[in-house]
């Protein structure tokens, strides 16, 4: 079978983060690449050199590909004689707690009628326990060809992806080693290292558990931010006991666990047992530590939206309009990100909404106004000085926010109550506030 320097080109289908920031590196690492994405606006945009989302220096290195000639992009993939590995990056977003796997099938149809004798198959895509080998039966059935596949997924972080792509090593799941070892030739080629397992269900569990142990570590981390609620401690100080100069597992930071991927691996994870039938599966999950981090992380908005609705009772003003700036809405600060995507800052903002009676804005350092007005979020303009706020909830850690909290404090004025309500201590208030500020921290031994 063909070595990696033998195929004339590589196609990666679906121009999403994953997708478009590995074109970039493959590319730079000297590949043909063809990208593809079946959103016309995408291709159109990546031609002339623009991503649709924000990534450091991604832009750079994609007009560098197009002027180097190593990297085109179409909106449809066409038959060729050419030999080719495909990677298949399109989304797999959830539906509910379910997966939605309509781009993920749609991609069987394209494979089956381009895939030439010798070619190499790369799934990328986040996807349940058992998938890949239910997609490979779903192709073989469309061609005559013989192909390689190999389950190989994406664990880098949104805001140093680039970054990442070229240090991290790279998981490779194949039964035939023939495949692994067509997959490792090609990551090997900007990789610096790749670990081969020897079942795509092992490299698919892999990904799933890269993920799955980071939400379970941080929604052991909020179930104790929430305990210290109870027992007037600041969590803070609970967390930083736990680390210093002991040399085991500490707690990690509290605060909103979102964004495409910590939201739903877990879910994936969940929806892969209900597919393996078996008399014992409810009662595995009704124990699952998996879950019940995952439902601790996701119960945070609602927590968020009851500590506004409890100090706007306290305060008697929950008949009447108030208004609120959500501060930092893409779903993590820092790396900092312009992602939208499963933010809790916008269930949190929605939530506010509901009752017809709160006035919500919304501001982010990265996201821009246009993109808030998109998403429904009643942006406003970065100096905030056309309106008089009354709440501000900050709900990233980016690094902006907290120079821009001081700054409205510094512009309130001083007979007005300003409400704050921090929730992933990005604040770190230890100055003395001004007596008409109410500061607020998720996890903190005060009260409203
Ligand atoms: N975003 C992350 O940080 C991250 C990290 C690791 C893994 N993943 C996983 O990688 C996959 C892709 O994630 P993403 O964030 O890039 O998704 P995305 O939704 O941003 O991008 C997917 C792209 O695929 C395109 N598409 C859909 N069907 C297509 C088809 N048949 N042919 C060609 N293009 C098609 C869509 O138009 C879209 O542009 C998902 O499974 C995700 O879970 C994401």
Same mark, same amino acid.
């Given at each position: 079978?063909?070595?990696?320097?033998?195929?004339?080109?590589?196609v990666?289908?679906?121009?999403?983060?994953?997708?478009?920031?590995l074109?970039?590196?493959?590319?730079?690492? !000297?590949?043909? %690449? $063809?990208?593809?994405? *079946?959103?016309?606006?995408?291709?159109?945009?990546?031609?002339? @050199?623009?991503? +649709?989302?924000?990534?450091?220096?991604?832009?750079?290195q994609?007009?560098?590909?197009?002027?180097?000639?190593?990297?085109?992009?179409?909106?449809?993939?066409?038959?060729?004689?050419?030999?080719?590995?495909?990677?298949?990056?399109?989304?797999?977003?959830?539906k509910?707690?379910?997966?939605?796997?309509?781009?993920?099938?749609?991609?069987?149809?394209?494979?089956?009628?381009?895939?030439?004798? !010798?070619?190499? %198959? $790369?799934?990328?895509? *986040?996807i349940?326990?058992?998938?890949?080998?239910?997609?490979? @039966?779903?192709? +073989?059935?469309?061609?005559?060809?013989?192909?390689?596949?190999?389950?190989?997924?994406?664990?880098?972080?949104?805001?140093?992806?680039?970054?990442?792509?070229?240090?991290?090593?790279?998981?490779?799941?194949?039964?035939d080693?023939?495949?692994?070892?067509?997959?490792?030739?090609?990551?090997l080629?900007?990789?610096?290292?790749?670990?081969?397992?020897?079942?795509?269900?092992?490299?698919?569990?892999?990904?799933?558990?890269?993920?799955?142990?980071?939400?379970?570590?941080?929604?052991?981390?909020?179930?104790?931010?929430?305990?210290?609620?109870?027992?007037?401690?600041?969590?803070?100080?609970?967390?930083?006991?736990?680390?210093?100069?002991?040399?085991?597992?500490?707690?990690?930071?509290?605060?909103?666990?979102?964004?495409?991927?910590?939201?739903?691996?877990?879910?994936?994870?969940?929806?892969?047992?209900?597919?393996?039938?078996?008399?014992?599966?409810?009662?595995?999950?009704?124990?699952?530590?998996?879950?019940?981090?995952?439902?601790?992380?996701?119960?945070?908005a609602?927590?968020?939206?009851?500590?506004v609705?409890?100090?706007?009772?306290?305060?008697?003003?929950?008949?009447g309009?108030v208004?609120?700036?959500?501060?930092?809405?893409?779903?993590?600060?820092?790396?900092?990100?312009?992602?939208?995507?499963?933010?809790?800052?916008?269930?949190?903002?929605?939530?506010?909404?509901?009752?017809?009676?709160?006035?919500n804005?919304?501001?982010?350092a990265?996201?821009?106004?246009?993109?808030?007005?998109?998403?429904?979020?009643?942006?406003?303009?970065?100096?905030?000085?056309?309106?008089?706020?009354?709440?501000?909830?900050?709900?990233?850690?980016?690094?902006?926010?907290?120079?821009?909290?001081?700054?409205?404090?510094?512009f309130?004025?001083?007979?007005?109550?300003?409400?704050?309500?921090?929730?992933?201590?990005?604040?770190?208030?230890?100055?003395?506030?001004?007596?008409n500020?109410?500061?607020?921290?998720?996890?903190?031994?005060?009260?409203?």
């Amino acid at each position: 079978m063909a070595k990696p320097e033998l195929f004339d080109e590589v196609v990666i289908l679906g121009m999403g983060f994953v997708g478009l920031t590995l074109a970039a590196v493959v590319a730079e690492a !000297g590949h043909r %690449v $063809l990208g593809v994405d *079946t959103n016309s606006e995408t291709i159109s945009n990546l031609n002339v @050199g623009r991503a +649709s989302f924000y990534e450091p220096n991604l832009e750079i290195q994609i007009n560098n590909g197009l002027t180097s000639g190593n990297l085109r992009f179409e909106p449809i993939l066409a038959a060729s004689q050419k030999k080719r590995i495909f990677i298949v990056s399109v989304g797999t977003p959830l539906k509910g707690n379910q997966l939605d796997s309509g781009a993920i099938t749609s991609i069987i149809s394209t494979l089956g009628e381009c895939i030439q004798e !010798g070619d190499l %198959v $790369l799934l990328r895509s *986040t996807i349940p326990v058992g998938l890949t080998r239910k997609i490979k @039966g779903a192709i +073989s059935s469309k061609t005559e060809k013989n192909f390689l596949l190999a389950m190989c997924p994406e664990r880098t972080l949104e805001g140093s992806a680039l970054e990442e792509l070229r240090v991290l090593p790279q998981i490779v799941g194949a039964p035939d080693q023939i495949s692994r070892e067509a997959a490792r030739d090609f990551f090997l080629t900007f990789a610096p290292k790749v670990v081969q397992v020897d079942s795509y269900e092992a490299a698919e569990l892999a990904k799933l558990s890269s993920n799955i142990a980071r939400d379970v570590r941080f929604g052991l981390a909020n179930e104790i931010a929430l305990a210290c609620e109870r027992f007037r401690i600041n969590f803070e100080d609970v967390r930083i006991a736990t680390i210093e100069d002991y040399p085991r597992d500490g707690l990690a930071r509290l605060g909103p666990v979102a964004g495409p991927c910590l939201e739903k691996d877990s879910w994936i994870f969940l929806e892969s047992l209900h597919r393996f039938e078996g008399d014992d599966i409810e009662a595995h999950l009704e124990s699952s530590i998996i879950k019940s981090a995952r439902l601790v992380n996701e119960s945070l908005a609602g927590w968020a939206i009851s500590n506004v609705n409890h100090y706007l009772t306290l305060k008697g003003r929950n008949t009447g309009p108030v208004r609120i700036l959500h501060l930092g809405m893409a779903f993590k600060g820092n790396p900092p990100t312009n992602d939208l995507r499963g933010s809790d800052a916008i269930k949190v903002f929605n939530g506010l909404t509901s009752n017809g009676l709160n006035h919500n804005y919304s501001w982010d350092a990265e996201v821009s106004f246009e993109e808030l007005n998109q998403a429904g979020l009643n942006p406003v303009h970065k100096d905030f000085s056309q309106v008089d706020f009354d709440i501000i909830i900050v709900h990233n850690n980016h690094s902006l926010n907290k120079k821009k909290v001081s700054e409205y404090i510094d512009f309130k004025k001083p007979g007005d109550e300003l409400y704050i309500l921090d929730l992933c201590n990005a604040i770190e208030a230890k100055k003395l506030l001004p007596s008409n500020v109410i500061y607020r921290a998720f996890g903190a031994a005060q009260n409203a």
